[in-house]
């Protein structure tokens, strides 16, 4: 059965921001799980045929998470989250960059200032995400790459994820 939650996201190009709201039908300890701990992280953040694969994470205030997207063909896409503030079950600041797999940031690429905020209802959960960008241009160029779609496949990922873990 096709899931009826849908994920909306919104661009604000005068603004520098992306907004992204999701819904899941899990509770808000499983949500905070799937966004803080590798071995939640590596079954969704990819979109498929892609899959993610945690070099290490530390999640806690001035922490990171280094990770490479690997395509079906071996290319590895590797970023760094640096996190900023962490208020348990509730929010997450992160600042997110394209890097190599030992973490030096790509300057080809825009750093993403990413703020995470969770909202129980019940058995259901709220994701709200605001990623904003310093300039435009750097904001168009995520855009062009395609983040829209995979994002929106990675979070259905979770939720296909969430959905499995309920039936077990």
Not at 5 to 24: M, V
Not at 119 to 148: C, H, N, P, W
Request: glycine letters at 6%; proline letters at 3%; aromatic letters at 14%.
């Amino acid at each position: 059965m096709e899931s009826k939650i849908q994920t909306q996201i919104s661009k604000d190009l005068k603004n520098k921001k992306i907004t992204i709201t999701r819904e899941f039908d899990a509770p808000l300890e499983w949500v905070w799980k799937a966004w803080t701990e590798s071995k939640w992280l590596d079954q969704w953040w990819a979109p498929k045929p892609w899959v993610a694969q945690t070099k290490f994470l530390k999640f806690e205030e001035g922490g990171q998470w280094l990770y490479a997207m690997m395509g079906p063909d071996g290319t590895k896409i590797w970023s760094v989250v640096e996190f900023s503030s962490i208020k348990r079950h509730h929010s997450f600041h992160a600042l997110s960059s394209f890097c190599d797999e030992k973490g030096n940031k790509n300057s080809e690429f825009p750093t993403m200032h990413w703020k995470n905020v969770f909202q129980s209802m019940g058995l259901e959960t709220t994701v709200f995400v605001e990623i904003s960008f310093t300039k435009e241009a750097d904001m168009e160029k995520i855009i062009a790459m395609g983040f829209e779609a995979g994002f929106t496949a990675a979070l259905g990922n979770l939720d296909e994820s969430l959905t499995e873990l309920k039936r077990s």
